[in-house]
């Protein structure tokens, strides 16, 4: 059945920025080829960035659930949400600037290396991540803060957040919230908005052209892969199903079911081009 999924997708790619959430696993389950697709990675010395959504925990916090996994991860090759809003603040106001962070240890600790510091009083901005243990008085505190003028940073929109039992309420639904309560709009930096993949290319040193972003929602992950020219590569293995793919009208440049297949597509691409930053395909390295 999985062969039907297959797309060629990979022309002129050099480089990947990979979801984890949905792509990698699911709550703390990994999902199956995990390990081979990173070995695969590592064999074909394709660089790669891990790009999330999820703004709850810090990169360090993901290079250790990877090693868990048998996968060994520099943090530095990990990009949350959390700290791509941090990066962003930081160009919009100086270090020392009070903000009211909604999040978990990714967001606070992303915003603390920033040197911001939190209030609950004169804040300049709210800074709304994944907050699992959000509650009302959090939510009535942003309200009152961003009425009173304070600026409105939302780290994603994803609605859901996928785990094994099915999804469950995202950061979106809590930006909605807020959104409905002030009448404001947040400005959101993770996908599909281009903050991220941008950040994202810069890290890797590659051009859009030559990377391709392997994710599992069709309006975050590649619905901001297409808007800025990357190549987009959907699995089928998170929240989006194969009937939600047909009712999109959306195009990725390939489908897959899960990492096996797509594990299997690359091992087939060698002559098509994948190599290190300099550009040269693989089949002319000596």
Same mark, same amino acid.
């Given at each position: 059945?999985?062969?039907?999924?297959?797309?060629?997708?990979?022309?002129? @790619?050099?480089?990947?920025?990979?979801?984890?959430?949905?792509?990698?696993?699911?709550?703390?389950? =990994?999902?199956?080829?995990?390990?081979?697709?990173?070995?695969?990675?590592?064999?074909?010395?394709?660089?790669?960035?891990? #790009?999330?959504?999820?703004?709850?925990?810090?990169?360090?916090?993901?290079?250790?659930?990877?090693?868990?996994?048998?996968?060994?991860?520099? &943090?530095?090759?990990?990009?949350?949400?959390?700290?791509?809003?941090?990066?962003?603040?930081?160009?919009?106001?100086?270090?020392?600037? =009070?903000?009211? =962070?909604?999040?978990?240890?990714?967001?606070?600790? #992303?915003?603390?290396?920033?040197?911001? @510091?939190?209030?609950?009083?004169?804040?300049?901005?709210?800074?709304?991540?994944?907050?699992? /243990?959000?509650?009302?008085?959090?939510?009535?505190?942003?309200?009152?803060?961003?009425?009173?003028?304070?600026?409105?940073?939302?780290?994603?929109?994803?609605?859901?957040?996928?785990?094994?039992?099915? =999804?469950?309420?995202?950061?979106?639904?809590?930006?909605?919230?807020?959104?409905?309560?002030?009448?404001?709009?947040?400005?959101?930096?993770?996908?599909?908005?281009?903050?991220?993949?941008?950040?994202?290319?810069?890290?890797?040193?590659?051009?859009?052209?030559?990377?391709?972003?392997?994710? %599992?929602?069709?309006? $975050?992950?590649?619905?901001?892969?297409?808007?800025?020219?990357?190549?987009?590569?959907?699995?089928?293995?998170?929240?989006?199903? $194969?009937?939600?793919?047909? /009712?999109?009208?959306?195009?990725? %440049?390939?489908?897959? &079911?899960?990492?096996?297949?797509?594990?299997?597509?690359? /091992?087939?691409?060698?002559?098509?081009?994948?190599?290190?930053?300099?550009?040269?395909?693989?089949?002319?390295?000596?």
């Amino acid at each position: 059945m999985g062969t039907e999924f297959r797309g060629a997708g990979w022309a002129g @790619v050099r480089g990947l920025i990979v979801d984890m959430d949905g792509v990698l696993w699911l709550g703390d389950r =990994p999902l199956p080829g995990l390990a081979e697709f990173f070995a695969l990675l590592r064999k074909r010395e394709i660089p790669w960035i891990l #790009a999330t959504n999820n703004s709850s925990k810090t990169p360090e916090s993901y290079a250790a659930k990877l090693s868990g996994f048998g996968v060994a991860a520099d &943090p530095g090759r990990i990009l949350t949400s959390a700290g791509v809003a941090a990066e962003y603040l930081a160009r919009q106001s100086p270090p020392g600037t =009070p903000v009211y =962070p909604i999040g978990g240890e990714g967001l606070k600790k #992303a915003l603390a290396e920033k040197g911001f @510091v939190f209030s609950d009083r004169d804040s300049r901005w709210v800074v709304v991540g994944w907050d699992r /243990e959000l509650t009302w008085d959090k939510l009535a505190l942003a309200s009152l803060l961003i009425h009173r003028g304070a600026g409105f940073l939302g780290t994603n929109p994803d609605l859901s957040y996928p785990t094994p039992e099915g =999804p469950v309420p995202g950061c979106g639904a809590q930006l909605a919230a807020l959104e409905a309560a002030t009448g404001v709009s947040p400005v959101v930096v993770g996908k599909p908005e281009p903050e991220m993949f941008r950040q994202a290319l810069a890290l890797l040193g590659l051009p859009a052209a030559a990377t391709a972003v392997v994710g %599992d929602r069709i309006e $975050t992950d590649l619905a901001g892969a297409k808007r800025l020219g990357l190549k987009s590569i959907l699995v089928l293995s998170g929240v989006t199903t $194969t009937r939600i793919l047909a /009712e999109s009208g959306f195009a990725p %440049d390939a489908v897959f &079911p899960d990492l096996p297949e797509l594990s299997l597509s690359l /091992e087939s691409v060698e002559a098509q081009g994948f190599s290190p930053a300099s550009g040269k395909p693989a089949s002319s390295r000596q």
